[in-house]
């Protein structure tokens, strides 16, 4: 499998992770003026030249082939959401630019964003890096009064009651000796993630003052 040499590098990384054998040989003027086009289409390098006398180019559509004929170890993810998001940071590491994403699945985009600006009706409701905002909210659940009490003065931005139970979620981290006490009252902890954390702030109350009553 030979390859020409200029612009080579992921490809042939990824030739020595996969162990497939090739032969990388110089490009000449003569070849990427005449014979590349012709056979590919395109004066663009790398260009591989398979056993069978077919030629490809452009790395990324290489690599979902060979991905395809040398499936083991994998190297694109198999999950589609992971997948996209492999190709996605590929052609930006190559092309540099703002991306737009429009999902209303955003924990499927949660890692990877840098910076986290929501608005909602105009409004700037949160504007952070996104390290800091992941787990800058966390859940308590367990009997209605306990939780009530344990958080007290606390910026609610979510609550849900059924029965004598409640789960409300507060805008905030605790600490230690906070997460000791919970567990000593029988409260549950859980981290809130992106995807919930824009919901509860943008609820129609953002100070949590009214509850979602379900029937016992």
Partial sequence: MPLGVQSDRPLRVYLRYKAIPYRRSAMTTRHFNRTVPRMTGAAQMPAVELPDGRWMTDTTPMLAWLESQWP???VIPRDPVQAFAS???EDYA???RTVVLSTHLIDEVANLLEHVILIDQGRILLD???DEVRGSATTIAGARRVVDDFVADR???GRESLGGLASVTIDGRLDQAERIRAAELGLELAPVSLQQLIVHLTGTDLAGTTEQEAAA
């Fill in 72 to 74: 083991e170890p994998a």
């Fill in 87 to 89: 190709r996605l940071l």
């Fill in 94 to 96: 190559e092309h540099p």
């Fill in 128 to 130: 952070r890096d996104a």
């Fill in 155 to 157: 910026p609610v931005i």
